[in-house]
């Protein structure tokens, strides 16, 4: 690890964190809440490095406080193998082919900054929300219509009864009279 003009001291290993993990100066302090110019001043050993900043810097890019303070045992927390994203992903019997496109966009979504990261998180959670949502709901205005559009239909088919009701009527009657005519003219 580089550990800029300082070497290996305290605001040196955050140098060197900072550089590892590829970012600017104002990238590393958003992500702990601080200013560009309050990292600028803790790389170059101008302002003391506060406890909260290595605890800070611990929980945002997973680094072992101890190590941050006095440069002992392993740079970075290591997590348990269940937690890895390739054991989550193979638990999910995720297709081999879709593996690598996830892990890319995964890591495409890392390198946003948090503004934009969390604009995607907002859209996919909307999206989400719109994906579980009941698909049956209809608009107070159109269940109206289809209530209207329900009776007139039923209206419609009552009146078809009733026509074809009559039209039997009619037919007999015309039977019967030309029955009785008929027997009138022999």
């Not at 890019?61 to 994203?85: A, H, I, M, Q």
């Amino acid at each position: 690890m580089d550990y800029g003009k300082l070497g290996d001291c305290l605001a040196g290993r955050l140098y060197a964190i900072r550089k590892e993990l590829k970012l600017s100066q104002e990238e590393f302090g958003s992500k702990i809440g601080i200013t560009r110019s309050a990292i600028c001043n803790y790389e170059n050993g101008t302002r003391p490095i506060s406890e909260q900043v290595i605890l800070a810097v611990g929980r945002e890019f997973s680094v072992r406080p101890e190590w941050l303070r006095d440069g002992s045992g392993e740079v970075f927390v290591t997590k348990p193998e269940g937690d890895s994203l390739d054991t989550l992903l193979k638990s999910r019997d995720i297709p081999t082919d879709d593996l690598e496109t996830i892990k890319s966009v995964i890591g495409a979504f890392l390198e946003l900054k948090k503004p934009s990261r969390d604009a995607v998180v907002e859209f996919v959670r909307k999206c989400a929300e719109k994906m579980n949502a009941p698909t049956t709901a209809v608009p107070a205005s159109e269940v109206d219509i289809l209530a209207e559009l329900k009776s007139l239909k039923e209206q419609n088919q009552e009146l078809r009864t009733r026509l074809e009701a009559i039209e039997k009527e009619d037919a007999e009657a015309e039977r019967e009279r030309l029955t009785k005519a008929k027997k009138k003219a022999f």
